[in-house]
């Protein structure tokens, strides 16, 4: 068992390099919280069930993403446009 947890975390410090690296070169900056990435980039057809049968996966951060996206648009609209309604 701990052969196998020595190799899991192995693997994923190797992903996560590889992740990381590749984030650096599209965007320019590296990044901080590499799991908010890895999440964000894990469609709900790869998820993977957990304790409690909770799914892994984006459909949250696209949910929170939507939202600031749908308040930034509102708020540039409306001072953008104040006599409109």
Do not use: W
Request: glycine share 4%; net charge positive; hydrophobic share 40%.
């Amino acid at each position: 068992m701990r052969f196998r947890t020595i190799k899991t975390v192995r693997d994923n410090y190797h992903s996560d390099k590889h992740l990381r690296h590749a984030i650096k070169n599209i965007f320019g900056f590296r990044p901080g919280n590499i799991y908010l990435y890895r999440l964000a980039f894990t469609h709900k057809s790869a998820s993977q069930e957990t304790i409690k049968d909770l799914r892994i996966n984006n459909e949250r951060l696209e949910f929170l993403g939507d939202a600031i996206l749908d308040a930034v648009a509102a708020d540039f609209l409306f001072k953008t446009f104040p006599a409109k309604y």
